[in-house]
Every structure is written in structure tokens, then in C-alpha cells.
């Protein structure tokens, strides 16, 4: 399978505790973004990584949250001190290039916080 | 401050007729608009592209439209099957602004057999 990877695809945590989602860019793509949908909601943009490097995180809330992309394995995206209202479905999607619009999705991350 | 609108939260047609999904947007930099279609418990899957240099681009029984002066972009599916019955997004992208996909809210298409 050659699309983009997520996991796990369902996580549960308890508030204060810390979540990892891991994504894996399809073969050839070196750009790997997060998205964020709330219920009943569009996907809002997160983070923007190439291998090893943070180009742009202007939607990534300020506190608790950080990324990588690593120059081995996948992307992750951390979430410390989860609370309730992180409760979200995160979607990885992953580009060939930085001059290429399109963006191809994994199937994303459920993540619930009780 | 919601840059890209999809007006319409559902739409129903019937089977082998045309629908239509529209999008609006505000930012006048997006230079770059896609569509994509989204099954319950499964990420986005891309459809169709247009730039803004062109106003009409075609897939098979695809056709994104995109009216630059209204802010306006259509997705129209003709025939329509039952298996088109999900979400689809529309999203905008501006060059000044990297690769960051907007998204609107969605629309939710059921197509009736």
C-alpha cells in the first residue's frame, strides 16, 4: 500500500495524559502536513514539515502541542496534557514536493480525551 | 474569519442527475482550489484541481468551475451515482502562503437510487 499511513487510527486518553499520532508520507513525498477536524467541522491546517524541518506552524496551538518529521521514520505529532477539547480526528496528508498543490490524506487519527 | 464557504451543509439528487456543490471564498490571494471527498471514518480524498489561470477543468464525470470575479467555484458530478453520496470539501491554496490547504465546511451529498 502506497498511500499515506496513520496510527493508530483510534486513540484514547485520559486528560492530562500525553497522545503520539504517527504518520507515514507515501512513498516519494517528502512534505507532510497535519489537519485537525472537530465534529461537524473543516479540516483546519496545522503544521507543515519536510524532513527535519518545521516550515510553517501558524495553525498549531501555541502550548501542548509540537511536531517532527524526522530524517528516519515517520512524522508525529505530540499532544501533551491532552484535554477534552482536544478530542478531534487528525488527518496527516503528505505532497511530492513544495511546488505540488496536491495534498493526499491517511485516514487519520481519532483521537478521544476522557 | 472563514475564508472559504461552502453555503449549503447538504444536498440530495436524484440518481443519473447533475449535482452541483459550491464554494465561495474571500481571500483573493488563493491562486489554487481543489475538491475532495470524504467517507465517514476515512480521510480526504482528492477529486479535481483548477488553477486560477484557467475557469474550467474537466475528469470524466467531473467538472470544477471557477469564476475568479465572484469568488465562486463549482463541482459539478454528472451523472450521479449512489457511491458519490458523501462529504466534499472544497479548498483553497495561495502561493504567498505555502502549501497550506483552507478548507471549507463541506457538503453533505446523498444521491438517491
Known amino acids: 500500500n502506497a498511500g499515506v499511513m496513520q496510527n493508530p487510527r483510534h486513540l484514547v486518553r485520559r486528560r492530562g495524559q500525553e497522545a503520539r499520532l504517527r504518520c507515514s508520507p507515501m512513498k516519494g513525498h517528502s512534505h507532510v502536513y497535519w489537519y485537525r477536524q472537530l465534529p461537524e467541522e473543516g479540516l483546519k491546517f496545522m503544521v507543515y514539515l519536510q524532513k527535519e524541518n518545521i516550515i510553517d506552524e501558524s495553525g498549531m496551538p501555541k502550548e501542548r502541542f509540537s511536531a517532527e518529521f524526522p530524517k528516519e521514520g515517520p512524522s508525529i505529532l505530540r499532544i501533551q496534557q491532552v484535554v477534552r477539547g482536544d478530542s478531534a480526528a487528525y488527518f496527516c496528508?503528505?505532497?511530492?514536493?513544495?511546488?505540488?498543490?496536491?495534498?493526499?490524506f491517511g485516514p487519520g487519527t481519532r483521537l478521544t480525551v476522557t | 474569519d472563514q475564508q472559504v464557504k461552502q453555503n449549503s451543509p447538504s444536498l440530495s439528487v436524484q440518481e443519473g442527475r447533475i449535482s452541483i456543490l459550491n464554494c465561495d471564498y474571500t481571500?483573493?490571494?488563493?491562486?489554487?482550489f481543489l475538491w475532495y471527498k470524504k467517507y465517514p471514518a476515512e480521510g480526504p480524498t482528492f477529486l479535481i484541481s483548477i488553477s486560477s489561470i484557467k475557469d474550467k477543468n474537466e475528469d470524466g464525470r467531473f467538472t470544477v468551475f471557477l469564476n475568479k470575479s465572484a469568488k465562486h467555484l463549482s463541482l459539478h458530478i454528472v451523472p450521479s451515482q449512489p457511491g458519490d453520496s458523501a462529504v466534499y470539501f472544497c479548498?483553497?491554496?495561495?502561493?504567498?502562503?505555502?502549501?497550506?490547504?483552507?478548507f471549507g465546511g463541506g457538503t453533505r451529498l446523498m444521491v438517491k437510487p
Open positions: 479548498a483553497a491554496s495561495a502561493n504567498n502562503a505555502g502549501n497550506m490547504l483552507t
Open positions: 496528508a503528505s505532497s511530492r514536493n513544495s511546488v505540488s498543490y496536491e495534498q493526499y
Open positions: 481571500n483573493s490571494m488563493f491562486d489554487y
